[in-house]
């Protein structure tokens, strides 16, 4: 069975640049989350989909973050513009049986 | 709302000589609990999972954990570390009543000396 796929696994940009972050779930999981994870703390929920619904985005910052899961399997995260404290690892999960299997995340930096 | 607190943030030990991770969690409901281990530039990676049957769960690699409800612990052990075991490790939450939403803690980075 594959796994969780995400790309690009890194990216540099400028501050103000956008960014996008894509993620493919493992087949048949229907709930997918997008994870920030600054260097030194747990990652924080920013998005949780079930099926191509949103669940929960309170922590999302909607005025620069965007997501979606338009057929409700793969997903995109975008940051429009980026800023200095975005920089993080963004780790894509999803979920079966009470159980979270992550891919290997992407790693911005914002320079 | 649940929460995970993981009262060390660094924990080192020596090759050969037990682990202890310490997790407090605070839960509305009956809870699922989970640890993750996540070494360098890797994805994370779980170790074992407490979901109402047995209190002493074991995980992957030797590693265990015991849930206490009257404590709200879930600390983690193992009795002899490698040197392979040092990595981030974090305890996590979830309600299942609650749309299945997991919380992580703050996470206790383990070194191994040798």
């Known amino acids: 069975e594959a796994g969780v796929a995400q790309s690009p696994r890194y990216k540099i940009i400028e501050k103000r640049q956008s960014v996008a972050f894509w993620c493919n779930p493992i087949s048949g999981h229907a709930t997918l989350y997008w994870y920030q994870q600054i260097l030194g703390q747990g990652p924080k929920l920013l998005i949780q989909f079930q099926n191509n619904g949103v669940v929960d985005d309170s922590q999302l910052p909607k005025d620069r973050f965007s997501a979606e899961r338009l057929k409700g399997v793969d997903s995109t995260l975008k940051i429009q513009p980026a800023k200095l404290e975005d920089s993080a690892v963004y780790l894509c999960?999803?979920?079966?049986?009470?159980?979270?299997?992550f891919g290997e995340g992407s790693r911005l930096t914002v320079l | 709302a649940q929460s995970v607190t993981q009262l060390d943030s660094h924990v080192s030990v020596s090759e050969g000589t037990p682990v202890l991770l310490r997790c407090n969690y605070s839960s509305s409901y009956s809870p699922s609990l989970f640890w993750y281990v996540q070494h360098p530039n890797k994805g994370l990676q779980l170790l074992l999972k407490?979901?109402?049957?047995?209190?002493l769960v074991k995980g992957i690699n030797g590693f265990e954990a015991e849930f206490k409800k009257s404590e709200t612990s879930f600390h983690l052990t193992k009795p002899s570390a490698h040197m392979s075991d040092a990595a981030e490790y974090f305890c996590?939450?979830?309600?299942?009543?609650?749309?299945?939403?997991?919380?992580f803690g703050p996470g206790t980075r383990l070194s191994v000396l040798p």
């Open positions: 999960a999803s979920s079966r049986v009470g159980e979270l299997f």
């Open positions: 407490y979901t109402s049957a047995a209190t």
């Open positions: 996590v939450v979830s309600e299942p009543n609650y749309g299945q939403n997991f919380v």
